[in-house]
């Protein structure tokens, strides 16, 4: 267990450091301390849901590994969350999937869907301190095939419209009942796995399902597109593409979301800030690790997840930011993979708010780039781990690898029993 006098000498030291450069470590702890993450539900129980326990994963979407103890119902699944958030400094969102109602024992089916299929979330996430976000669930459905909105059947087209529909009212219930806007994203795996000679035709189906349902508008929900490059089974083709939901987003004024793992491996996600805040109202981030595909590893802080965390506090504009996870690792313990995750996503916030911008925009503003470089460089040695230690100790929540004993004791007392 780290002594808590250590940490505060430790931050003390970095403090000056810091200081030395222009940076307000102090500032910096503020700042971090209002950026909300949003938690993937879907990472406690591989992707099942309440709707039919018994259902496979299909629609491009699957779960490698079969560790043990993965929750089995709303109690667990909320359980699991609680544990994982008391490990977590500051305070977060919970991001929930269509299929995670509480449908009492009932089978609805996707296209009746309610706002009273999530009212004990609702009063849950109120009484835990959490706000909600929301998904429509496109996939593991009997229509889900090949294709759903885009589908030129109308009589499934309609089923996933009116699907999508309920949800975007099951959002707005969700921000008005919270006090703060629900954000709303839209997924769906449409595509092909071999070459199609239809593409414009099933694009221009999905304009036409979106223009169908977005046509109410909410004041409590904000309503997000999510692109993708390709998915199992949609190798060749992916109607919703990064193309068509950039120019559907931005002709239409909504949030694009950025899931880190649905574009090419060598794409940088941190370029695609910039441009997108100047032409759409926010963005959203499903911040994942993809390793040779969109294999949804748990986050780490890498390279990509931290020029992407640096480029958005360089924009100066978080307050435009949302953002949220999205992996589910069943390979290990899975609440040991919400805090890592977490976590790292925050740490690599934490190094951009530590950043001595006001240096480096000046030497960049005179040309003097290797000064630039070096300090960008140099940065990287700081003792920004010191200010971290500092944050999780002003959350009382485990300084440095502290939680691993934690969810050691949680494994042995509740999920190895299930």
């Known amino acids: 267990m780290v002594n808590n006098q250590t940490v505060q000498k430790a ?3 970095a403090k000056e450091r810091y200081a030395a450069l222009g940076v307000d470590t102090d500032a910096a702890l503020k700042q971090l301390q209002k950026i909300a993450i949003s938690l993937h539900c879907w990472q406690a129980d591989d992707v099942t849901g309440f709707e039919n326990p018994d259902a496979t994963l299909s629609g491009g979407i699957q779960a490698t590994g079969n560790y043990p103890g993965k929750a089995r119902n709303i109690e667990e699944l909320r359980a699991d969350i609680l544990k994982a958030a008391s490990l977590i400094p500051g305070k977060h969102r919970l991001n929930l999937h269509a299929i995670y109602g509480d449908f009492g024992g009932v089978f609805v089916d996707r296209d ?30 009997p229509l889900s095939g090949e294709l759903t909105l885009a589908n030129p059947d109308p009589k499934i087209r309609k089923f996933w419209i009116e699907h999508t529909k309920r949800c975007r009212a ?63 089974g949609a190798e060749s083709y992916t109607v919703g593409s990064y193309d068509f939901y950039l120019g559907y987003g931005a002709k239409n004024n909504k949030i694009v979301t950025l899931d880190t793992g649905h574009f090419h491996l060598t794409e940088s996600i ?25 294999s949804d590893h748990v986050t780490l802080m890498n390279d990509d997840t931290l020029d992407l965390a640096k480029e958005i506090v360089r924009s100066g504009q978080m307050d435009r930011v949302n953002i949220g996870l999205d992996y589910f690792d069943a390979s290990i313990n899975r609440i040991g993979a919400y805090v890592i995750g977490t976590r790292a996503t925050q740490k690599c916030f934490l190094l951009g708010l530590l950043e001595p911008i006001k240096m480096l925009r000046q030497y960049e503003a005179e040309g003097k780039y290797f000064e630039r470089l070096a300090v960008l460089e140099e940065g990287k040695a700081m003792p920004w781990h010191a200010v971290w230690d500092m944050f999780c100790l002003n959350n009382n929540v485990p300084v440095g690898e502290g939680y691993i004993a934690d969810i050691q004791k949680y494994e042995v007392d509740v999920t190895s029993k299930r």
């Open 11 to 13: 931050y003390d030291l």
């Open 112 to 141: 009746q869907i309610e706002p009273k299929h999530f009212e004990s979330w609702m009063k849950w996430a109120k009484e835990n301190g959490f706000m909600l976000d929301f998904n429509s669930t496109s996939f593991s459905h």
């Open 170 to 232: 099951i959002a707005e219930a969700m921000g008005k009942y919270q006090g703060s806007p629900c954000v709303m994203n839209l997924w769906i795996h449409d595509g092909s796995k071999d070459q199609t000679v239809n593409r414009l035709e099933y694009r221009r189906l999905l304009k036409e399902s979106l223009d169908e349902i977005f046509a109410t508008k909410y004041d409590n929900m904000k309503d997000c597109i999510e692109a993708k490059l390709f998915g199992i």
């Open 270 to 294: 941190a370029d695609k800030i910039s441009s997108l805040l100047l032409f759409t109202p926010e963005i959203m981030l499903h911040v994942s690790r993809p390793i040779r595909w969109d």
